[in-house]
């Protein structure tokens, strides 16, 4: 019976193996870990854009427009008049909150707009090394001269086709 269970616990244990086998091959792969970068990169940059709306932008709007804090811009759904919305809350009190949707959109557009720029900036940067790289394949010669005979050939060509002689690499 021991040893029967022993074997059971072996068997199990071999499948387990190859599972974390397969899994450590899944995380190494190359677009996983860029994956993994993407996403750490992006929190981060999701508080820069947050701060920048709510510390930045916000104040700014609420300036323009005579000292409205948008954070408080709200709308109960029940009975009472309230200061903010909090004290709604407290109360029990169901709100449309206008001014976190506006922040929200405000993030939302921005990290957009960066995202934007920076596709922009990258494919702007494919573009012109494309560009190089087609430039130099139109400046690199198709033809050469057989040493032999003198006459144009092809740069791949390996023997003339007009001598027939053997053409050495390089």
Known sequence: MAKKATDEVRKLGKKGGKFFGEFRTFIARGNVMDLAVGVIIGGAFQKIVNSLVNDIVMPLISLATGGINFNNWFLTL???????????????????????????????????????????GINALSS???????????????????????????????????????????
């Not at 008049?81 to 001014?99: I, P, R, S, Y």
């Not at 139109?138 to 006459?151: E, G, I, L, Y």
């Not at 740069?155 to 690499?169: F, G």
Request: proline share 3%.
């Open 78 to 120: 029940g009975e009472g008049d309230f200061a903010t919305v909090e004290e709604a809350k407290a109360a029990g009190v169901a709100t449309l909150n206008f001014g976190t949707f506006l922040g929200t959109a405000l993030d939302f557009l921005i990290m957009a707009f960066v995202i934007f720029l920076f596709i922009k």
């Open 128 to 170: 012109k090394v494309k560009r190089e790289k087609q430039e130099e394949a139109a400046a690199a010669p198709t033809t050469k001269v057989c040493p032999f005979c003198r006459s144009e050939i092809a740069v791949e060509a390996t023997r003339c086709p007009h001598c027939t002689s053997e053409l050495k690499e390089g």
